[in-house]
């Protein structure tokens, strides 16, 4: 997590904005990198980055979707949309046979944001 050392922060606060943004995204950033890395990762086009969300979320026991069928249908029960039990199981199952967590994750929110409401 380089963006939130706090020699670098404190270092990129003394450099006007305008030097920020003259010459593109992260220009400066590389000219100082520039010593230190080869060109092929300075020139490398971006490049998104995977989280291990999917393994963390099938083995700990706070998103195993009973827990978040039933925070689900506790929070909902007085309200007249209810959580189709057919949806979290679906996106529970994509999440276990090929990783794809963001289905699954958007019940997770519900759920424990729903929670933090009845509090």
Same mark, same amino acid.
Request: cysteine-free; overall charge positive.
């Given at each position: 997590i380089p963006y939130l050392d706090q020699d670098l922060v404190e270092t990129a606060m003394t450099i006007p904005q305008i030097l920020h943004q /003259?010459? @593109?995204? +992260?220009t400066l !950033? %590389? %000219?100082? /990198?520039?010593?230190? !890395?080869? #060109? #092929?990762? !300075? +020139? /490398?086009? +971006?490049? @998104?980055? *995977? !989280?291990a969300l999917s393994k963390w979320l099938l083995h700990n026991p706070r998103f195993n979707p009973g827990r978040i069928s039933k925070i689900l249908r506790k929070s909902l029960a007085? *309200?007249?949309?209810q959580v189709p039990q057919r949806s979290i199981a679906?996106? $529970?199952?994509?999440? %276990?046979?090929? @990783? %794809? &967590? /963001?289905? &699954? $994750?958007r019940w997770i929110v519900l759920a424990e944001w729903l929670a933090t409401q009845k509090q």
């Open positions: /003259a010459e @593109g995204s +992260k !950033l %590389r %000219r100082i /990198a520039e010593p230190l !890395l080869p #060109t #092929t990762i !300075l +020139k /490398a086009p +971006k490049q @998104g980055f *995977n !989280l007085d *309200n007249e949309y679906s996106s $529970w199952m994509l999440l %276990r046979i090929n @990783g %794809r &967590y /963001a289905p &699954y $994750w």
